[in-house]
Nanobody, 123 residues
Framework: QVQLVESGGGLVQPGGSLTLSCAAS????????MGWVRQAPGKGLKWVSG????????HYVESVEGRFTVSRDNAKNMLYLQMNDLKPEDTGVYYC????????????????WGQGTQVTVSS
């Protein structure tokens, strides 16, 4: 079955960096548009970034543009999110997901999602 397992989150000070990873299995990863969504404390899911199947088309929510970089390794079935210059408003649980397009990812939790990885930006 489809499985996505996120890792790499943690507690970091403002201005710090983290790299999130997502291990995918149970489907043909290279054929799927993928992305990252975030759930901030007490808020709904918010799309953060999306990436085309070949990794050439990247899209970001405006608030992370220039600070985050999404990438993928289709040979390893892995999705990544490099996050630099982190801000407190980046705090939340990050999920990787299949997307309809690089700018259109699910806005409700999907059955195949993993547990997500917690990112906390605080001094």
């Amino acid at each position: 079955q489809v499985q996505l397992v996120e890792s790499g989150g943690g507690l970091v000070q403002p201005g710090g960096s983290l790299t999130l990873s997502c291990a995918a299995s149970g489907f043909t990863f290279s054929r799927e548009i993928m992305g990252w969504v975030r759930q901030a404390p007490g808020k709904g899911l918010k799309w953060v970034s999306g990436l085309s199947t070949g990794g050439t088309r990247r899209h970001y929510v405006e608030s992370v543009e220039g600070r985050f970089t999404v990438s993928r390794d289709n040979a390893k079935n892995m999705l990544y999110l490099q996050m630099n210059d982190l801000k407190p408003e980046d705090t939340g649980v990050y999920y990787c997901t299949k997307c309809t397009s690089p700018w259109d990812c699910p806005k409700v939790r999907q059955d195949y999602w993993g547990q997500g990885t917690q990112v906390t930006v605080s001094s």
